[in-house]
């Protein structure tokens, strides 16, 4: 409860300097709305319908795009983990494609399928796959090695050594990528969609900057924020202390 008075006065205290500079005039008008303005253009928004069809399309890429950024990432994270391979040819280059922002794609995706929603769909992929894969691929090279010992001591092994001691030892890991799969694939998704024709949050924040509509564009970037925490700390950040929990990697 604390957390949360602290967290709420911590807002206050943010909008009441907002108000302050605006009321200051330290800036026009257009530049820096009131945080009043900014609320009321968002409940408009929401009222008529149009954030809500944008929230809509958004979470519509998203979750195509963070499921199989989720897959794709485990695949090639199992394959770079088994394999020794796959691992020292093309396991180094993964953390390089995972630090290139994820509008640096947008391009790519343009010139392959244009500006409609598979574009944005193939950005999220992106964005999502490589963190998922370091995970995963860190999740098997972490597996302590006593228990593969001790389960090859009772004639356990290949595949039945994988699936039986190596994919449970390697779950916290895992929801680990995919916590940060979400957040990543997130960001990607605003990239994306910012420069598409297609609805979508991002396509929203285009079209306010475009006619400078500053008052739309603080709302979104307020509406991205929200979601983003909002959907870590209930969703994933909880799922990922659970696991961690019964794992015994967190106090109870």
């Known amino acids: 409860m604390k957390i949360a008075l602290k967290r709420l006065l911590f807002i ?3 909008i009441g300097i907002w108000q302050g500079i605006y009321l200051a005039q330290l800036y026009p008008d257009y530049i820096v709305p009131s945080p009043f303005t900014v609320g009321e253009t968002l409940f408009s928004g929401f009222v008529d319908g149009e954030l809500l069809k944008a929230l809509g399309a958004s979470f519509k890429h998203l979750i195509i795009g963070l499921t199989l950024s ?4 485990t695949l090639l994270g199992v394959l770079l983990g088994k394999s020794r391979q796959a691992d020292e040819t093309a396991g180094m280059y993964l953390i390089a494609l995972q630090s290139i922002p994820s509008i640096v794609w947008v391009p790519l995706a343009i010139l392959l399928f244009g500006f409609g929603e598979l574009a944005v769909i193939f950005v999220v992929v992106i964005g999502g796959t490589f963190v998922m894969a370091l995970n995963v691929r860190s999740a098997i090279h972490n597996v302590p090695p006593q228990l593969k010992r001790a389960a090859r001591t009772m004639d356990t092994k290949g595949f ?3 699936y039986r001691i190596e994919v ?3 779950i916290p890991y895992f929801m680990q990528g995919v916590r940060l799969a979400w957040a990543f694939s997130w960001r990607a998704l605003m990239a994306g969609e910012f420069l598409s024709n297609g609805p979508g ?10 006619y400078a509509r ?6 979104i970037i307020i ?7 909002v959907v870590d700390q209930l969703v994933f950040s909880k799922l990922e202390k659970n696991v961690m929990k019964r794992w015994g990697l967190l106090n109870k």
């Open 160 to 162: 039945e050594l994988f």
């Open 70 to 73: 989720i897959l794709t990432g």
């Open 214 to 219: 500053m008052d739309q564009v603080i709302g």
């Open 168 to 170: 449970p030892a390697s």
């Open 12 to 14: 206050v205290v943010v």
């Open 201 to 210: 949050l991002g396509y929203s924040l285009s079209f306010a900057q475009d």
């Open 223 to 229: 509406i991205i924020g929200v979601i983003g925490a």
